[in-house]
């Protein structure tokens, strides 16, 4: 079993920047990025595969976001740039040791506890 942490999250304004951390206990070969706003679905956000030159973006959050990972500490990373209010939501980091899971649909076997994101305009 994987334990997936996330941290990084926070208040800031338009414009703004955040990086999320996701520290897994174990190795994955896939992980990705979720979200999850009030009253609305989770979200496929940012996925990518172990080697890191696989990565996948959602069409929402291209040329803003980056997703990067460091084997070496079992941690994945989202640099979020330019976060707009629309943005706000809670992010989830998932994991799986599959190597053909689809990007939004997964399945992901673990899944982190969320971090808040809140972009004020």
């Not at 208040?11 to 951390?21: E, F, H, K, N, P």
């Not at 989830?92 to 399945?107: D, I, K, S, V």
Request: glycine share 12%.
């Amino acid at each position: 079993q994987v334990q997936l942490v996330e941290s990084g999250g926070g208040l800031v304004q338009a414009g703004g920047s955040l990086r999320l951390s996701c520290a897994a206990s174990g190795r994955t070969f896939t992980s990705g990025w979720f979200r999850q706003a009030p009253g609305k679905e989770r979200e496929f956000v940012a996925g990518i595969r172990w080697s890191g030159g696989t990565i996948a973006y959602a069409e929402s959050v291209k040329g803003r976001f980056t997703i990067s990972r460091d084997n070496a500490k079992n941690t994945v990373y989202l640099q979020m740039n330019s976060l707009k209010p629309e943005d706000t939501a809670v992010y989830y980091c998932a994991a799986t040791q599959r190597r053909t899971t689809n990007w939004a649909l997964g399945p992901y076997d673990y899944w982190g506890q969320g971090t808040q994101v809140t972009v004020s305009s």
